[in-house]
């Protein structure tokens, strides 16, 4: 089952503008990680937070981590024509390594 | 860059035949899980393994799919009989430890595309 939801489900932009991509999710969590899927390929981890962060930047990447709504998101600032891919938000719960992944969200960054 | 790798990349078989993936993960890592991502979806765990041991199978469907890595290092997914239903990327990921309180990335292979006809 998904744990998360993520909104938008898809995200079209022009490069240079900024993308903003949302992930609620259900149970606690130990940390929350952000991944990207280039179309028909495997998955590419991004960034990681920890539940007792509640903002962390990665190059252009900006991720935000609220526990109390149980919510993330993530900003890629300056998009590009490369950015286009599927972005997946993945909880870690419970005491092993165990990612429960969102539904994705798809952007399209057009030149 | 170590990477996970997988094969076949593709496959296309009918129902009611038998299937099997492969994957080698990155070298020295302990922990390989298989996930199944149905298009349009995010990836669902089928089965961790640490070392050569199953730790979670609760999403595998047992009746038809069997994972095994039996020398702890590379590792196969089988799915007799393969179904209309079974058709899904299936990825395999590993991380370097992933036991009790481990907090880590895991790295993903390119995936196996699986149509059912």
């Known amino acids: 089952s998904q744990q998360g939801e993520e909104d938008p489900q898809a995200l079209s932009i022009q490069e240079g503008e900024n993308a903003t991509m949302n992930c609620s999710y259900k149970?606690?969590?130990?940390?929350l990680q952000w991944y990207r899927q280039n179309s028909g390929r495997g998955l590419v981890h991004l960034i990681l937070?920890?539940?007792?962060?509640r903002e962390k930047h990665s190059g252009r990447l900006r991720v935000t981590l609220d526990t109390s709504k149980k919510s993330s998101s993530l900003l890629i600032t300056a998009s590009r024509a490369a950015d286009t891919a599927s972005y997946f938000c993945?909880?870690?719960?419970?005491?092993?390594?165990?990612?429960?992944f969102g539904t994705g969200t798809q952007l399209k960054v057009e030149l | 860059e170590a990477e996970v790798a997988q094969s076949p990349r593709y496959k296309i078989t009918e129902k009611s035949q038998a299937v099997a993936f492969w994957c080698d993960p990155i070298?020295?890592?302990?922990?390989l899980y298989w996930y199944r991502q149905i298009l349009g979806q995010g990836p669902e765990l089928l089965v961790q393994?640490?070392?050569?041991?199953?730790?979670?199978d609760s999403q595998l469907p047992k009746d038809r799919f069997s994972a095994e890595r039996l020398k702890g290092v590379d590792s196969t997914l089988k799915i007799q009989p393969a179904e209309l239903g079974d058709s899904a990327m299936y990825l395999c990921?590993?991380?370097?430890?992933?036991?009790?309180?481990?907090?880590?990335?895991?790295?993903f292979g390119p995936g196996t595309r699986l149509l059912v006809l």
């Open positions: 990921a590993s991380s370097p430890s992933g036991g009790a309180g481990a907090r880590e990335t895991q790295y």
């Open positions: 149970t606690s969590i130990n940390n």
């Open positions: 937070i920890r539940s007792n962060e």
């Open positions: 993945a909880t870690l719960t419970g005491g092993g390594n165990k990612l429960t």
């Open positions: 070298s020295g890592h302990a922990t």
């Open positions: 393994f640490q070392d050569e041991s199953v730790v979670d």
